[in-house]
Every structure is written in C-alpha cells, then in structure tokens.
C-alpha cells in the first residue's frame, strides 16, 4: 500500500489558502517528500503524518518556491526525535544549495546524504521496495521529474518450495526476498516464486515545457501528478517563455503516457480558482483532477 498526499498547488508564492507544490509518499512506515517549498512543514503538520519518517527527499530544482523551505524541514524533523540519516537527491549544484541553507540550521541530531543526479539530470535510486527514478526537463535551470515505483514480487509457490531439501522454517524468510545458505547450497526467493506482479507507480512532473521523454517516463502510472501553471489556451505564449505548461499540455503527456489519473498542480497565484477550468484537461485525458492542498490517495496492489 502506497500514501500519496499533495502538500501544496501553489507556484511562485504561498498563499493564505495555497501551499506551495509539495508531494508526500508513506510506504511501509518510511516516507518521501518532493520538493520543500515556503511553509512546507505547516501544511505537512496539518496533514499529520508526521516528520520522524521522512528518510528521503527529492528535489526537481532550486527556484526558492521549490527548496527555501528545507531549513525549517529540517528543523522539525530534528525535533521529532529524528537521529537516523536523511538522503536528499537533486539535480547538479545539490551540494552548494544545502551548504548554503544549512547555515542556518546547522545543528542537526542527523547526518544528511546529498545525492546529485547525473549531468543529465538522471538517476535510479533504490531504497528497499522503492526505486526512485529521475529524467531531465525544460526549465529555465537545471529541473528533473520523478517517478516512485514499487516493486512486487510473484506469489509464493509451495509446489517449488516443496521440491527444496530446505526446512519450511525458511520459506517465509525466501518469500520476503532474503537469500538462504544452508547446508551447503544458496536458495534464492526465485526458487519459492511466480512470475513478478505488476506493482505501483507515481510520477511527478513540475516546471517544465512539454519533451518527447515525458511519456514514456511516466508510461502506465497509476497517478501522474503535472504541473499546470495556467488552465486558459491564452497563456500559452507566455508560458512557453517561462518554461511552463497550461492544463491542456499537461493532459496531452497523461494520454500519451497511458496513465490511470492525474492530478493538475503548480498553480499561479493568478489563478484564483483552478477548478473552473478541469474541463479543459477533461477534455484530452477524462480521468483528470484540479488538485487542491492535502489531498490523498490511496494505492494498493491489484488482485
């Protein structure tokens, strides 16, 4: 099981009733926030799952709605009792930004990992059940989208444990993944199990023009969630300058990508209601959805 909840839809600056884009995942206990913007750690404390958890950020880029958040993040989660390492990964520069904001939260009860990403703007990072993964995009500084899959393993197959001359005390251990010596010989979990299971997928997407790349980064999510700066046709111009998306452009990369859902995020401070204009990515991609601060979802494994 997966927890997804969008901490914030705001771009530029926080709103009194719009957080800036901030993205939080709960797997297994450990959770992964994307992007740290100002006031992250309110909407995070309203949201209530709390700091201690978080064991990995992730940041698209360095634009200050995105990241100026990080020393009061930090913060927190030192007071939550926190003594375990935190690992941030980010594009190019990663280590110079964190110098910099550390300065003012320079005592920690936890070490802190940076992890740049390639200079293209590329990565895969495992942790556990969880592959991050990381792709260049078109902004006007180095920005990186993500995506977050789960992995699942086959079923357990007693038929194959069976013919093992290994003690049944052991199956549970293979079918969690471990590999066993014992007496000798070396059992692996793919002795004991199907084929793999399809598992879970989040991507996130933010301040960027569309690129061929997208789709197929985000190819059969099962939540996509996209930057849409603005939802009216007549922005486009200018956000083509700005190196953003509007509505549309952002439910054509959810088609093409075959994904289940959408949610539509990183919204200008202009653009007072969202809502009024979800039917304009409606009308590309059906199953897509304005998002608003906190909200969750919840994905499970198929059958």
């Known amino acids: ?3 997804i909840s969008l901490l914030g839809t705001g771009g530029m600056m926080p709103l009194p009733n719009r957080f800036l884009t901030s993205l939080l995942l709960r797997l297994n206990g450990s959770m992964i926030l994307v992007d740290c913007g100002e006031g992250t750690q309110i909407t995070a404390k309203l949201l209530g799952w709390g700091f ?3 064991d990995v950020m992730c940041f698209t880029h360095y634009h200050a709605d995105h990241i100026s958040g990080l020393p009061g993040m930090l913060l927190s989660i030192g ?4 003594t375990e390492p935190i690992t941030i990964i980010g594009p190019v520069g990663l280590k110079t930004v964190y110098a910099g ?3 003012i939260a320079p005592e920690l009860p936890f070490e802190v990992n940076c992890i740049e990403l390639d200079e293209n703007g590329s990565g895969t990072f495992s942790f556990g059940d969880l592959i991050i993964s990381a792709i260049k995009l078109n902004h006007k500084i180095p920005c990186s989208a993500y995506s977050f899959t789960v992995k699942r393993t086959g079923k357990f197959d007693i038929t194959k444990a069976e013919k ?6 052991f199956w549970s251990r293979l079918q969690k993944g471990e590999t066993i010596e014992y007496e000798g010989n070396t059992y692996t979990p793919d002795m004991v199990l199907g084929e793999t299971r399809k598992g879970l997928k989040v991507s996130y997407c933010t301040d960027t023009r569309p690129v061929d790349t997208i ?3 985000i190819r059969d ?3 996509f969630i996209c930057e849409g700066m603005y939802g009216e046709t007549e922005m486009l111009e200018k956000l083509k300058k700005k190196k953003h998306m509007i509505f549309q452009e952002a439910a054509e990369l959810a088609k093409q990508g075959n994904v289940k859902e959408m949610w539509l995020t990183h919204f200008s401070p202009a653009l007072t209601d969202p809502k009024l204009f979800e039917k304009n990515a409606k009308a590309i991609f059906e199953n897509s959805k304005v998002g608003c601060d906190r909200m969750i979802k ?3 494994f198929e059958e």
């Open 221 to 223: 999510s099962d939540l």
């Open 164 to 169: 093992l001359p290994i003690p049944r005390n």
């Open 298 to 300: 919840i994905l499970s």
């Open 79 to 82: 007071n939550s009792g926190r």
């Open 101 to 103: 904001l550390s300065v």
């Open 52 to 54: 201690k958890n978080i």
């Open 1 to 3: 099981m997966l927890d």
């Open 215 to 217: 789709p197929d980064f």
